[in-house]
Each structure stands twice: as C-alpha cells, then as structure tokens.
C-alpha cells in the first residue's frame, strides 16, 4: 500500500466517523429539544392554572371584603337595636308604674280593699 492511498483511506475513515458523530450528535439534540417542547407545554398549562387560580383567589378574597364591611354595618345596626331596645325597656317599665299609681292609687296595699 502506498502513502498516499493510506491517507486516502484514513482521511475517509476520520470523514466517517465525524458523520457519524455529527448525526448522532444532532438526533440527541432533536429529542432534547421535543423533550423541551413537552416541558414547555406543560409549563403553559401550570401558568394558566395558576393565572385561574390567582383569578379565583381575587374572586374570594373579593366577596369576603364584602361579606366583612356587611357585617360590620349589621353589627352597627345590632347595636343601635340593642340600645333602643333598652331605651324602650325603661319607658315601658315607667309607663306601667305609672299605670299602676293610676288605677291603684298612690296607698295601694296600705289600706285594705274594701269588703263587698
């Protein structure tokens, strides 16, 4: 064999061989890169759960601010319930004394009923 058709061979050989790893290379590079698009896909799908989730979060968080400033102006009114309710309480307790100092008298029960 001579020089020059050794290097030939070798020089194809190396050619080969570089292919081969250039295609190689490049088809674990294509699957990573369909193995990223499905990461990426999934990733989507997190986020527009995530935005759902925030969505509803907002929604609840939203009635429960108002759920609170209406309990607060029933608490208000409760309130201003219970002290007109006490206010009444005092002016029936006197309308009634004052009934009774009427129909009874201001002696009642110092001097006996008459007998019929």
Known sequence: MTVGRTADKLERVDTEKTVRFLLENQARFFAGLEELRGAVNELKQTVDEL??????????????????????????????????????????????????ELVRGPLHGLIPAPKE
């Open 51 to 100: 935005k759902r989730n925030q969505n509803d979060i907002e929604t609840f968080g939203n009635g429960m601010l108002e759920m609170t400033t209406r309990m607060s102006r029933l608490t208000d009114q409760v309130s201003k319930l219970a002290d007109m309710q006490t206010h009444t309480v005092g002016r029936v307790k006197f309308l009634v004394d004052t009934m009774d």
